[in-house]
């Protein structure tokens, strides 16, 4: 019900922008939120947005970088990835949750598939 797309292989410096397409339900009531799995770590919140996309969350690592937003008209939730540096490389996952922004991935209802990102140096 979730499909994150966009990933790729970049260079240090470029820009992403995933995207987070949902389907089967309406998630405009939903907080989402991204996470990333480097590998051989744990998955990791990286930035959130309550169900109006008035409040933001992000983690200190990107901070200035990347900005998380929605259109809740077409079900979407967004990443977008600037300066990007080689421990941004990951696995992006997106997640909703039915009630608010968790930086604890245990407390989301929905999980995409994940996208990879890859900045080589």
């Known amino acids: 019900q979730l499909q994150a797309s966009g990933g790729g292989l970049v260079q240090a410096g470029d820009s992403l922008r995933l995207s987070c397409a949902a389907s089967g339900r309406t998630f405009s009531a939903y907080a989402m939120a991204w996470f990333r799995q480097a590998p051989g770590k744990e998955r990791d919140f990286v930035a959130g947005i309550n169900w109006s996309g008035g409040s933001t969350y992000y983690t200190d690592s990107v901070k200035g970088r990347f900005t998380i937003s929605r259109d809740n008209a077409k079900n979407t939730v967004y990443l977008q990835m600037n300066s990007l540096k080689p421990e941004d490389t990951a696995v992006y996952y997106c997640?909703?949750?039915?009630?608010?922004?968790?930086?604890?991935?245990?407390?989301?209802?929905?999980w995409g598939q994940g996208t990879e990102v890859t900045v080589s140096s």
């Open positions: 997640a909703a949750d039915s009630r608010v922004v968790s930086w604890s991935e245990d407390e989301y209802d929905y």
